[in-house]
Structures are given as structure tokens and as C-alpha cells.
């Protein structure tokens, strides 16, 4: 069982950076693959990035590649998600996301993932 609780939104100017956090509990952590999602107003949630169990290897989303970076901290039980160059369509509420890590796959859909933090609001202005 895995716990999560998302920090770091709020609102921020075009071309400006957040740094969200995602606090896990439980024991074996690093032993989960992460993602993060973002859920805009009437929007499907759609994936952003993810990250493999271990913390090496890395996935993103065609729309945020180059300007967000996802990593874990693996000792703090955390998984961060750096966002740069911010845009407007970014504006949503963004999940963190895990599941047992096993194999070499990337994680892509919501429904694959069996825990759920509560959500952290990140609104981007023009």
C-alpha cells in the first residue's frame, strides 16, 4: 500500500518554473514506478511523465518533452516533476501516480496505475 500527497502548484506567469513534489509512504518505494498526470477543466487526464522503478530511466509526453523533468529521490520517498517554459495549456490539476515496479515497460495509461495522490492545482497565466 502507497500513500501519496502532491505539493508545490499554484499559479505562475508564462515562461516560469514549479517544482511539484509527491511524498510517498510505505516501505519500498523504490520499488514503484511513478508517473505524473495532469487533468485540465473538461479534459480527459492525460499522462506527463514517468519514471522506472530503480529511478533511472525516463518517459514524457510529446507536449512536455524538453521543458519538464521527472526524477525520485528514491531516500526521501519523493518523486519531483520540474516544469520550465510554462505555458497557458499547462494550466490543470496534476496527479502523481504508482505502481509496482516489474519489466522495462513505461506506464502511459491512468488505469494502469493502482495509487492516486489528491492532486496539486497549477494554473499559468498569459
Known amino acids: 500500500q502507497v500513500q501519496l500527497a502532491e505539493s508545490g502548484g499554484g499559479l505562475v506567469q508564462a515562461g516560469g518554473s514549479l517544482r511539484l513534489s509527491c511524498a510517498a509512504s510505505?516501505?519500498?518505494?523504490?520499488?514503484?514506478?511513478m508517473g505524473w498526470f495532469r487533468q485540465a477543466p473538461g479534459k480527459e487526464r492525460e499522462f506527463v511523465a514517468a519514471?522506472?522503478?530503480?529511478?533511472?530511466?525516463?518517459y514524457y509526453a510529446d507536449s512536455v518533452k524538453g521543458r519538464f523533468t521527472i526524477s525520485r529521490d528514491n531516500a526521501k520517498k519523493t518523486v519531483y516533476l520540474q516544469m520550465n517554459s510554462l505555458k497557458p495549456e499547462d494550466t490543470a490539476d496534476y496527479y502523481c501516480?504508482?505502481?509496482?515496479?516489474?519489466?522495462?515497460?513505461?506506464?502511459?495509461?491512468?488505469?494502469?496505475?493502482?495509487?492516486w495522490g489528491q492532486g496539486t492545482q497549477v494554473t499559468v497565466s498569459s
Open positions: 501516480a504508482a505502481r509496482p515496479g516489474s519489466g522495462s515497460s513505461f506506464y502511459t495509461e491512468a488505469n494502469e496505475y493502482f495509487y
Open positions: 510505505g516501505r519500498t518505494f523504490s520499488s514503484y514506478n
Open positions: 519514471i522506472r522503478w530503480g529511478g533511472g530511466s525516463t
